[in-house]
């Protein structure tokens, strides 16, 4: 007794059911196995497990918009490869782009003057832009080119905060007194380092 009776369940209750938990339909053959975002081989359940897999590509495409699908897969594949879970990544991501974001914006308002307030929001964009991807030369490398900026100093970058993407940083022309160790280290995978003509007249004299 209470137990259901499924004695007089109809056929088209029986499709809704099928469709529910991702059956085949009759005469279609058998649904292929699909592997999941953690790594696992299987069926998914009522598309959702697609749904998921889909909502953390249309997510992390927001942070990094210029990427292809394939460059989508190899993110993703690099990911699983390293046992991240996909969504704690996703919301590590959205974290660090906030806080970036917040960085920059306190650095340009403490700029002493209005040109160097211009400067640094050039500087601020760039810097923003090739974390997210977003600037590529012609060979299609990740890079950050800054030229011309006479700052004095660059941004301290917010704890964590990886340009490990990047392959070329160029800072050229820039008056700087130095470029922090701390700065230089989120560049972990550079070929290229190019820092001409970078120190101002009296840190070059000393």
């Known amino acids: 007794e209470g137990q259901p009776d499924f004695t007089f369940v109809s056929d088209a209750d029986r499709k809704r059911a099928a469709r529910f938990i991702g059956l085949a339909p009759v005469g279609q ?3 292929p196995v699909h592997r ?11 598309g959702r497990a697609e749904s998921s ?42 974290q660090q782009l906030s806080r970036l974001r917040e960085v920059l914006h306190g650095w340009c308002a403490e700029a002493p003057s209005v040109l160097e307030y211009a400067r640094r929001r050039r500087v601020a964009r760039q810097v923003r832009r090739s974390w997210r991807r977003k ?9 950050l080119t800054i030229d011309g900026e006479r700052l004095g100093s660059l941004p301290v970058l917010p704890a964590g905060l990886d340009f490990g993407h990047v392959s070329r940083l160029v800072l050229r022309n820039m008056n700087l007194c130095e470029v922090g160790a701390d700065f230089l280290s989120r560049f972990g995978n550079l070929i290229e380092l190019d820092l001409a003509r970078r120190w101002n007249s009296a840190a070059a004299n000393r």
């Open 29 to 31: 053959g058998l649904r």
């Open 36 to 46: 999941f975002a953690d790594g696992p081989i299987g069926y998914p359940l009522s």
């Open 53 to 94: 897999r889909q909502a953390i590509r249309s997510g992390i495409h927001q942070v990094f918009p210029t990427l292809t699908d394939e460059q989508m897969d190899a993110y993703l594949a690099e990911l699983m490869q390293h046992s991240t879970g996909l969504w704690e990544h996703f919301s590590q991501l959205q």
């Open 135 to 143: 600037i590529t030369n012609h060979a299609g490398e990740y890079v």
